[in-house]
Protein backbone atom coordinates (compact mmCIF):
# COMPACT_ATOMS: atom_id res chain seq x y z
CA UNK A 1 0.00 0.00 0.00
CA UNK A 2 1.56 3.28 -0.94
CA UNK A 3 -1.85 5.47 -0.55
CA UNK A 4 -1.46 9.76 0.67
CA UNK A 5 -2.50 9.74 4.18
CA UNK A 6 -3.17 13.38 4.96
CA UNK A 7 -2.80 14.59 8.69
CA UNK A 8 -4.41 17.91 9.63
CA UNK A 9 -2.82 20.30 12.22
CA UNK A 10 -5.00 22.76 13.62
CA UNK A 11 -3.11 25.38 15.43
CA UNK A 12 -4.96 28.15 17.76
CA UNK A 13 -2.32 29.56 20.19
CA UNK A 14 -0.13 26.67 20.97
CA UNK A 15 3.16 27.71 18.84
CA UNK A 16 5.32 26.34 21.77
CA UNK A 17 4.57 23.08 20.58
CA UNK A 18 4.41 23.05 17.12
CA UNK A 19 8.06 21.80 16.70
CA UNK A 20 7.67 18.77 18.70
CA UNK A 21 4.07 17.98 17.14
CA UNK A 22 5.31 18.15 13.44
CA UNK A 23 8.82 16.66 14.10
CA UNK A 24 7.10 13.44 15.32
CA UNK A 25 5.18 13.73 11.52
CA UNK A 26 8.26 14.14 9.91
CA UNK A 27 9.45 11.38 11.57
CA UNK A 28 6.85 8.54 10.55
CA UNK A 29 8.27 5.50 8.53
CA UNK A 30 5.35 5.37 6.04
CA UNK A 31 6.56 8.43 4.05
CA UNK A 32 3.82 9.46 1.46
CA UNK A 33 2.30 11.41 3.87
CA UNK A 34 0.81 15.39 3.50
CA UNK A 35 0.49 17.28 6.46
CA UNK A 36 -1.91 20.49 6.57
CA UNK A 37 -1.28 22.83 8.96
CA UNK A 38 -4.56 24.79 9.67
CA UNK A 39 -3.64 28.57 11.63
CA UNK A 40 -7.03 29.19 12.81
CA UNK A 41 -6.86 32.93 13.23
CA UNK A 42 -4.07 32.07 15.57
CA UNK A 43 -2.60 36.06 17.46
CA UNK A 44 0.61 33.94 17.74
CA UNK A 45 3.47 33.27 15.77
CA UNK A 46 1.69 29.95 15.02
CA UNK A 47 2.34 31.30 10.89
CA UNK A 48 6.34 31.88 11.42
CA UNK A 49 6.72 28.40 13.00
CA UNK A 50 4.41 26.41 10.33
CA UNK A 51 6.50 28.37 7.04
CA UNK A 52 9.67 27.20 8.71
CA UNK A 53 8.33 23.71 8.35
CA UNK A 54 6.72 24.10 5.07
CA UNK A 55 9.85 25.40 3.40
CA UNK A 56 11.92 22.41 5.38
CA UNK A 57 10.24 19.67 3.47
CA UNK A 58 7.19 20.45 0.58
CA UNK A 59 5.02 17.73 2.41
CA UNK A 60 3.70 20.18 5.40
CA UNK A 61 1.06 22.81 4.06
CA UNK A 62 0.67 25.87 5.55
CA UNK A 63 -2.80 27.16 5.21
CA UNK A 64 -4.80 30.50 7.09
CA UNK A 65 -8.66 30.85 8.38
CA UNK A 66 -10.55 33.58 10.50
CA UNK A 67 -10.84 31.61 13.89
CA UNK A 68 -13.88 29.30 13.47
CA UNK A 69 -13.13 27.11 16.18
CA UNK A 70 -11.74 23.02 16.20
CA UNK A 71 -14.08 21.54 14.26
CA UNK A 72 -13.93 24.26 11.59
CA UNK A 73 -10.35 23.74 11.37
CA UNK A 74 -9.99 20.57 11.01
CA UNK A 75 -13.19 20.30 8.12
CA UNK A 76 -11.37 23.15 6.51
CA UNK A 77 -7.96 21.40 6.59
CA UNK A 78 -9.79 17.85 4.97
CA UNK A 79 -11.60 19.59 2.60
CA UNK A 80 -8.00 20.52 1.31
CA UNK A 81 -6.81 17.21 2.04
CA UNK A 82 -5.80 15.30 -1.32
CA UNK A 83 -5.22 12.31 0.70
CA UNK A 84 -7.16 8.93 1.23
CA UNK A 85 -6.59 8.52 4.78
CA UNK A 86 -7.01 10.97 7.63
CA UNK A 87 -5.29 11.85 10.47
CA UNK A 88 -6.39 14.89 12.96
CA UNK A 89 -3.64 16.01 15.04
CA UNK A 90 -3.78 18.33 17.62
CA UNK A 91 -0.49 20.55 17.73
CA UNK A 92 0.28 20.04 20.47
CA UNK A 93 0.35 16.46 20.86
CA UNK A 94 2.74 13.78 19.53
CA UNK A 95 2.74 10.36 17.17
CA UNK A 96 4.95 7.27 17.39
CA UNK A 97 7.40 6.95 14.29
CA UNK A 98 5.03 3.39 13.03
CA UNK A 99 1.61 4.98 13.61
CA UNK A 100 0.79 5.56 10.62
CA UNK A 101 2.48 2.47 8.99
CA UNK A 102 0.69 0.33 11.55
CA UNK A 103 -2.74 1.59 11.35
CA UNK A 104 -2.82 1.50 6.86
CA UNK A 105 -1.88 -2.05 7.21
CA UNK A 106 -5.53 -2.76 9.27
CA UNK A 107 -7.23 -0.20 6.40
CA UNK A 108 -5.86 -2.76 3.96
CA UNK A 109 -6.33 -6.63 5.47
CA UNK A 110 -9.42 -6.12 7.29
CA UNK A 111 -13.01 -5.62 6.49
CA UNK A 112 -15.57 -2.70 7.45
CA UNK A 113 -13.30 -0.74 9.56
CA UNK A 114 -14.23 3.16 10.41
CA UNK A 115 -11.09 3.89 12.30
CA UNK A 116 -8.14 2.56 13.55
CA UNK A 117 -6.25 4.13 16.73
CA UNK A 118 -3.83 2.53 19.25
CA UNK A 119 -2.56 2.99 22.70
CA UNK A 120 -1.90 6.28 24.48
CA UNK A 121 0.10 7.96 26.91
CA UNK A 122 0.28 11.08 28.69
CA UNK A 123 3.22 13.54 28.86
CA UNK A 124 3.64 17.08 30.06
CA UNK A 125 1.96 17.56 33.82
CA UNK A 126 1.15 13.97 33.84
CA UNK A 127 2.51 11.03 32.77
CA UNK A 128 1.92 7.68 32.56
CA UNK A 129 -0.18 5.64 30.79
CA UNK A 130 -3.60 6.69 29.54
CA UNK A 131 -5.69 3.58 30.31
CA UNK A 132 -9.10 4.05 27.75
CA UNK A 133 -11.11 0.68 28.00
CA UNK A 134 -11.28 -1.62 24.99
CA UNK A 135 -13.12 -0.63 22.29
CA UNK A 136 -17.37 -1.74 22.52
CA UNK A 137 -19.07 0.23 19.83
CA UNK A 138 -22.12 0.20 22.19
CA UNK A 139 -20.17 1.98 25.04
CA UNK A 140 -19.26 4.35 22.61
CA UNK A 141 -22.67 6.24 23.01
CA UNK A 142 -22.22 6.36 26.86
CA UNK A 143 -18.69 7.56 26.61
CA UNK A 144 -15.71 8.35 24.65
CA UNK A 145 -12.86 6.40 24.73
CA UNK A 146 -11.27 6.86 21.11
CA UNK A 147 -8.92 9.96 20.97
CA UNK A 148 -9.08 12.46 18.60
CA UNK A 149 -5.92 11.05 16.73
CA UNK A 150 -7.48 8.29 14.93
CA UNK A 151 -7.17 7.07 11.20
CA UNK A 152 -10.16 7.49 9.05
CA UNK A 153 -11.20 7.72 5.22
CA UNK A 154 -11.90 11.15 3.53
CA UNK A 155 -14.60 9.33 1.92
CA UNK A 156 -16.42 8.81 5.29
CA UNK A 157 -15.47 12.25 6.42
CA UNK A 158 -17.32 13.12 3.52
CA UNK A 159 -20.33 11.24 3.54
CA UNK A 160 -21.52 12.50 7.26
CA UNK A 161 -20.45 15.89 6.81
CA UNK A 162 -17.65 16.29 9.07
CA UNK A 163 -17.35 17.15 12.21
CA UNK A 164 -20.28 19.50 13.99
CA UNK A 165 -19.43 23.02 13.94
CA UNK A 166 -21.79 23.42 16.39
CA UNK A 167 -19.84 21.83 19.15
CA UNK A 168 -17.15 24.47 20.06
CA UNK A 169 -17.01 23.41 23.53
CA UNK A 170 -15.14 20.47 22.77
CA UNK A 171 -15.74 16.37 22.49
CA UNK A 172 -16.77 17.45 19.27
CA UNK A 173 -14.69 14.08 18.19
CA UNK A 174 -16.59 11.82 20.30
CA UNK A 175 -20.04 12.73 18.71
CA UNK A 176 -17.83 12.16 14.76
CA UNK A 177 -16.89 8.93 16.18
CA UNK A 178 -20.51 8.08 17.08
CA UNK A 179 -21.85 9.53 13.24
CA UNK A 180 -19.24 7.92 11.39
CA UNK A 181 -19.74 4.30 12.84
CA UNK A 182 -23.30 4.02 13.31
CA UNK A 183 -24.54 6.15 10.32
CA UNK A 184 -21.56 4.10 7.74
CA UNK A 185 -22.45 0.78 9.95
CA UNK A 186 -18.12 0.59 10.43
CA UNK A 187 -16.39 -0.55 13.43
CA UNK A 188 -12.98 0.26 15.04
CA UNK A 189 -10.28 -1.22 15.39
CA UNK A 190 -7.01 -0.20 18.47
CA UNK A 191 -3.52 -1.22 17.45
CA UNK A 192 -1.27 -2.80 19.95
CA UNK A 193 0.79 -0.41 19.68
CA UNK A 194 1.68 3.00 21.63
CA UNK A 195 1.48 5.34 18.92
CA UNK A 196 -0.10 8.56 20.33
CA UNK A 197 1.05 10.73 23.03
CA UNK A 198 -1.42 13.25 24.37
CA UNK A 199 -0.22 16.29 26.19
CA UNK A 200 -1.39 17.04 29.60
CA UNK A 201 -1.37 21.06 30.71
CA UNK A 202 -2.90 22.96 33.68
CA UNK A 203 -5.49 24.34 31.58
CA UNK A 204 -7.13 23.10 28.28
CA UNK A 205 -10.12 22.39 26.63
CA UNK A 206 -10.74 18.78 27.28
CA UNK A 207 -9.93 19.30 30.89
CA UNK A 208 -12.39 22.11 31.31
CA UNK A 209 -15.54 19.85 29.71
CA UNK A 210 -14.21 16.73 32.52
CA UNK A 211 -14.24 19.11 35.49
CA UNK A 212 -17.46 21.39 34.48
CA UNK A 213 -20.33 19.26 35.42
CA UNK A 214 -22.65 21.73 33.31
CA UNK A 215 -21.21 21.60 30.63
CA UNK A 216 -20.13 17.86 30.36
CA UNK A 217 -24.59 17.71 31.09
CA UNK A 218 -24.89 20.16 27.98
CA UNK A 219 -23.13 18.28 25.89
CA UNK A 220 -23.97 14.76 26.72
CA UNK A 221 -27.91 16.07 25.93
CA UNK A 222 -26.94 17.69 22.66
CA UNK A 223 -25.08 14.15 21.27
CA UNK A 224 -28.74 12.45 22.79
CA UNK A 225 -30.76 14.70 21.02
CA UNK A 226 -28.99 15.08 17.49
CA UNK A 227 -29.22 10.95 17.83
CA UNK A 228 -31.83 10.06 19.37
CA UNK A 229 -33.14 7.32 17.40
CA UNK A 230 -29.64 5.81 17.53
CA UNK A 231 -29.73 5.73 21.40
CA UNK A 232 -33.59 3.98 21.24
CA UNK A 233 -32.35 2.07 19.01
CA UNK A 234 -29.40 0.81 20.75
CA UNK A 235 -30.90 0.67 24.25
CA UNK A 236 -34.89 1.14 23.96
CA UNK A 237 -36.12 2.83 27.43
CA UNK A 238 -34.03 5.07 29.22
CA UNK A 239 -34.05 2.91 31.94
CA UNK A 240 -32.97 0.16 30.01
CA UNK A 241 -30.30 2.15 28.85
CA UNK A 242 -28.92 3.09 32.21
CA UNK A 243 -28.72 -0.76 33.10
CA UNK A 244 -26.84 -1.37 29.90
CA UNK A 245 -24.30 0.99 30.55
CA UNK A 246 -23.97 -0.01 34.02
CA UNK A 247 -23.65 -3.46 33.07
CA UNK A 248 -20.77 -2.71 30.03
CA UNK A 249 -18.88 -0.99 32.02
CA UNK A 250 -18.25 -3.44 34.82
CA UNK A 251 -17.38 -6.12 32.11
CA UNK A 252 -15.43 -3.90 30.25
CA UNK A 253 -13.22 -2.86 33.52
CA UNK A 254 -12.78 -6.62 34.09
CA UNK A 255 -11.79 -7.43 30.67
CA UNK A 256 -9.07 -5.23 30.83
CA UNK A 257 -8.00 -5.91 34.75
CA UNK A 258 -7.20 -9.39 33.29
CA UNK A 259 -5.36 -8.52 29.84
CA UNK A 260 -2.93 -6.14 31.46
Known amino acids: MNELVSI ?21 TYE ?57 LDCDDKIGNNYTKNALKIFEHTSNIGIVYCKAVFFGTINGKWKLPRFNKKYLLCANHIFCSAFFLKEDWSKIGGYDENMKQGWEDWEFWI ?23 DISMGNSVVEDKEKKIQIHEYVYE ?22 LKMRLRLLDKFSQ
Open 32 to 88: NWECIIVNDGSPDNTEEVALKWQSKDSRFIYLKKENGGLSSARNFGISNARGKYILP
Open 226 to 247: KHKNIYIDTFGHPIQMYNQIYG
Open 179 to 201: RLLYLLDKTAYRLNYTGFYYRRK
Open 8 to 28: IVPCYNQSEYMDECLNSVLNQ
